[in-house]
């Protein structure tokens, strides 16, 4: 699928496989939900705009990279919470954003609680944040809410997805990159995601 990068390095599918286990307790899913995050981060900022620099090494000059933009990363309430430390140890001098979304249980339509985003988001690289993509109406809620505060540079971090979601972010947010360990077979009547993982956000808290 266009723009939809399956990143399937075997230390990502291996950890997703036991994030999927419905036998992985909330304290050991928390734990592989971010090595699995940190994994994925490498792949998803693979194509962040650089520029030339130079610095001094203590035997020369030598000629280097930095990165264009800061970062701001967004996780999407409650269960992005889930990959964001492990990325924030990476990307140690991000600014991190909040949205909060939230299905309805009967229409599955998203609805936002919380929003607490820097300003001038024009500037940044933006990563959203979701380990969920199932219908993909919280993603197109948030990538609205970002384009509405000028952000150009997003991209998301995902999980897994269902292909309707996929199909339902393309129709909306054709240009966003997504970035996920699994495009599963469909969503359920209740809008789960099959096989998929269960509740990401219960399992995380153990709710
Ligand atoms: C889950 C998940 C995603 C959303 C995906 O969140 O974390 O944000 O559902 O579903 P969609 O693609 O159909 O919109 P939920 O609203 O259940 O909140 P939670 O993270 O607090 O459990
Ligand atoms: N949200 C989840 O946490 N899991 C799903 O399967 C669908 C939405």
């Not at 000629?63 to 999407?76: H, K």
């Not at 933006?126 to 990538?143: E, K, R």
Request: some cysteine.
């Amino acid at each position: 699928m266009k723009g939809v990068t399956v990143i399937t390095h075997p230390l990502v599918q291996h950890n997703l496989t036991r994030l999927r286990d419905h036998r992985t307790r909330p304290q050991e899913f928390r734990r592989v939900l971010g090595q699995v995050a940190a994994l994925m981060l490498y792949e998803a900022t693979r194509s962040f705009a650089v520029r030339r620099t130079s610095v001094e090494t203590p035997l020369a000059p030598a000629q280097g990279f930095s990165l264009s933009r800061e970062v701001v990363l967004v996780p999407v309430l409650r269960a992005g919470l889930g990959m964001l430390d492990a990325i924030l140890q990476l990307i140690p001098n991000a600014r991190v954003g909040f949205i909060g979304l939230k299905r309805e249980e009967t229409t599955l339509r998203a609805q936002f609680y919380h929003k607490s985003l820097p300003k001038d988001l024009h500037r940044f690289e933006v990563i959203l944040i979701d380990p969920m993509l199932a219908t993909g109406g919280s993603t197109v809620a948030a990538v609205n809410l970002l384009s509405e505060l000028r952000a150009r540079h997003v991209r998301l971090v995902n999980l897994v997805a269902a292909p309707e979601g996929i199909r339902h972010v393309r129709r909306h947010c054709p240009d966003l990159p997504i970035f996920t360990a699994a495009v599963d077979r469909k969503l359920n009547d209740r809008g789960y995601i099959v096989p998929g993982l269960g509740d990401a956000g219960d399992r995380l808290f153990g709710v």
